[in-house]
């Protein structure tokens, strides 16, 4: 019985240490992907305020209280 208890724990540590060695790839891919997502949200241009486009410039159907 100790034996078996023995194997299962070596089985066990080699499992851990894999997943171990896969969590470390995956925080590297996840930081990469946030440095990527961020130098895109630089590069695209403020949005203007909804103050500065004219009703109707943006294609939305005009207010009820325009309308009458």
Same mark, same amino acid.
């Given at each position: 019985?100790? =034996?078996?208890? #023995? #194997?299962? &724990?070596?089985?066990? @540590? ?8 896969? &969590? +470390?790839?995956?925080? @590297? #891919?996840?930081?990469?992907? =946030?440095? @990527? ?5 630089? *590069? +695209? /241009? ?7 486009? /004219? $009703?109707?410039? $943006?294609?939305?159907? /005009? $207010?009820? *209280?325009?309308?009458?």
């Amino acid at each position: 019985m100790t =034996h078996a208890l #023995r #194997r299962e &724990n070596a089985q066990l @540590r080699q499992a851990n240490s894999a997943l171990v060695v896969e &969590n +470390i790839a995956f925080q @590297r #891919r996840l930081g990469e992907a =946030h440095y @990527r997502v961020t130098a895109l949200l630089e *590069k +695209i /241009p403020a949005l203007e305020s909804a103050a500065a486009v /004219p $009703d109707g410039a $943006d294609g939305a159907a /005009p $207010d009820v *209280k325009d309308a009458q």
